[in-house]
């Protein structure tokens, strides 16, 4: 077993003695509130980190998963696993449609129409009353209907039940980045022209990322609903994509472990910076700019790369010493036709 599954392995066991640790059912609530964004934090990844397209969107279609879930259970009795379903497959068709007119574009002009998108889907969810009740919101939606003897009607029982989508989506994810389609995903983010060239279809490619990574945000925008058991626009509001953004900077852009890390570590920072009241702002602004600036690459970008440079350190006096007692290769003479120059 190499060092990395026993790594995942440990932060597995962790998570399962966490409610044995916790001091009352808040911290439940706090972690797993923190599980559902490093869900959509980790989808987030998929087309930023590792495709390379930066997507201001995604809280919005983590608003579209929620309120599939919170339409469907409150004005049509749609049992809850059903909508559950729906919301991760809705999100999807709809990221079809916005991926497939959004990734025309590159760059900049990429990322300004997704924000442009996400406020439509704010306004949208604001101002059709009919459909999602304006800003009263969506109440009464119903939690998640208990599976054979397994009820989730504590915040014991609902953090499990987080905590296993949360390790189900990252296990997905791994195999996903680890794939052939992963490879293309980084090769597109490295360079469209090399990626193109190398014969990757990139508008297909790019697309299947998208899709992928807003399957992830509806999956966890119908967790969300069933957990809070309360909808309103301030979901699809646009910072929190810049909150997911900041929990992949800190963590580690384009890492597995870095958007997971980074979406526990902040919400825990912030609460532990709530006796500061409206000031906890202008503490932890500071401390995240510098963070930015000296550690650039986030906590597992920094430690993936100080591990690397230490073991081409490590190899460098054993090449040396390969280099020093190679044989010498005879080298022929060259014949100058027998004249001397004077």
């Not at 998108?117 to 119903?142: A, C, D, N, Q, R």
Request: proline share 4%; hydrophobic share 55%.
């Amino acid at each position: 077993m190499n060092r990395a599954t026993l790594g995942w392995l440990a932060l597995f066991v962790a998570g399962l003695a966490f409610p044995l640790m916790a001091g009352n059912d808040y911290h439940l609530t706090v972690m797993s509130t923190a599980y559902i964004y490093a869900i959509a934090t980790i989808g987030l990844n998929l087309i930023t980190g590792y495709t390379g397209q930066f997507n201001l969107a995604h809280a919005g279609f983590m608003a579209v998963g929620a309120y599939t879930v919170g339409i469907l259970t409150v004005d049509h009795q749609v049992p809850f696993w059903l909508a559950f379903a729906l919301s991760g497959f809705v999100t999807a068709a709809l990221g079809a449609a916005v991926g497939a007119v959004s990734l025309r574009l590159k760059g900049h002009y990429f990322s300004i129409f997704t924000l442009c998108v996400g406020y439509i889907m704010f306004l949208v969810i604001e101002k059709w009353e009919s459909l999602t009740h304006g800003t009263v919101g969506i109440i009464g939606i119903p939690g998640p209907s208990p599976i054979g003897p397994l009820v989730f009607d504590t915040p014991r029982a609902l953090y499990y039940l987080v905590f296993f989508f949360l390790v189900l989506g990252i296990f997905v994810m791994r195999r996903i980045v680890n794939s052939l389609m992963g490879r293309s995903f980084m090769a597109i983010r490295n360079s469209d022209a090399l990626a193109e060239a190398l014969g990757i279809r990139l508008m297909r490619t790019k697309l299947l990322a998208f899709v992928l990574s807003v399957f992830y945000a509806g999956l966890a925008g119908g967790l969300y609903a069933g957990f809070v058991r309360f909808l309103g626009p301030g979901v699809a509001a646009v910072e929190h994509t810049f909150d997911m953004t900041m929990y992949m900077l800190v963590g580690g852009l384009g890492t597995l472990l870095g958007p997971l890390l980074g979406s526990i570590s902040v919400p825990w920072i912030t609460q532990y910076l709530q006796f500061l009241q409206e000031y906890r702002f202008l503490v932890f602004g500071p401390i995240l700019v510098l963070l930015v600036i000296f550690v650039p690459h986030g906590i597992v970008g920094s430690w993936l790369g100080w591990r690397a440079r230490r073991a081409s350190q490590a190899a460098e006096p054993a090449a040396a010493a390969q280099r020093t007692t190679a044989p010498l290769k005879a080298v022929p003479s060259v014949s100058t036709g027998g004249q001397r120059h004077a």
